[in-house]
T-cell receptor
Framework: DTGVSQNPRHKITKRGQNVTFRCDPI?????LYWYRQTLGQGPEFLTY????????KSRLLSDRFSAERPKGSFSTLEIQRTEQGDSAMYLC?????????????FGQGTRLTVV | AQSVTQLGSHVSVSEGALVLLRCNYS??????LFWYVQYPNQGLQLLLK??????LVKGINGFEAEFKKSETSFHLTKPSAHMSDAAEYFC??????????????FGQGTTLQVKP
């Protein structure tokens, strides 16, 4: 257990529905990342928060995706009008305070299946 | 731009044999490199990291990796494979480019199979 919690662990939804995932990072970690991992691939960066500020978004994050981190604590990732191509594992990670050489602690992920 | 290439999507070894998983990186600045392991339907667990200190890095579960700047490599090794080592392994580089956000750029992964 890394201390990073993600909910739900699994989500099955019908195409066109909206879904929301939650990540609770380790409390003193002010940086938070979201990644997406499709089958047989490495994780790909989606977005990055420093406290409550969203500082970077990948081009993978289409207009249907939105992420928030109110008060710099937990974060949510919402996908609107889901498509089958959104089926993936969504991973949250938080490194301890420090520079970019600190390792990220990953949650167990939320596996999304769009049917 | 930084990138990571893992050579070999699948590696199969016998229990007790040497494990060698290959990773090559591309970076215009001194890289910070990581190896993570992922078990089925789980998140990623850090095995070890290189952050410009000793070039031979020891990690958990008997794994180690050597940073070779001349070869732009960071291969992962373990002298003797255990059945419990069967998993997906990812090499990653920390973004130190213009954004310098510390996001990780991952390779495609290598599936390690351990045969009894």
């Amino acid at each position: 257990d890394t201390g990073v919690s993600q909910n739900p662990r699994h989500k099955i939804t019908k195409r066109g529905q909206n879904v929301t995932f939650r990540c609770d990072p380790i409390s003193e970690h002010n940086r938070l990342y979201w990644y997406r991992q499709t089958l047989g691939q490495g994780p790909e960066f989606l977005t990055y928060f420093q406290n409550e500020a969203q500082l970077e978004k990948s081009r993978l994050l289409s207009d249907r995706f939105s992420a928030e981190r109110p008060k710099g604590s937990f974060s949510t990732l919402e996908i609107q009008r889901t498509e089958q191509g959104d089926s993936a594992m969504y991973l949250c990670a938080s490194p301890p305070p420090g520079g970019v050489n600190t390792e990220a602690f990953f949650g167990q992920g939320t596996r999304l299946t769009v049917v | 731009a930084q990138s990571v290439t893992q050579l070999g999507s699948h590696v199969s070894v016998s229990e007790g044999a040497l494990v060698l998983l290959r990773c090559n990186y591309s970076s215009s600045v001194p890289p910070y490199l990581f190896w993570y392991v992922q078990y089925p339907n789980q998140g990623l667990q850090l095995l070890l990291k290189y952050t410009s200190a000793a070039t031979l890095v020891k990690g958990i579960n008997g794994f180690e990796a050597e940073f070779k700047k001349s070869e732009t490599s960071f291969h992962l090794t373990k002298p003797s494979a255990h059945m419990s080592d069967a998993a997906e392994y990812f090499c990653a580089v920390s973004d130190r480019g213009s954004s310098n956000t510390g996001k990780l750029i991952f390779g495609q992964g290598t599936t390690l199979q351990v045969k009894p």
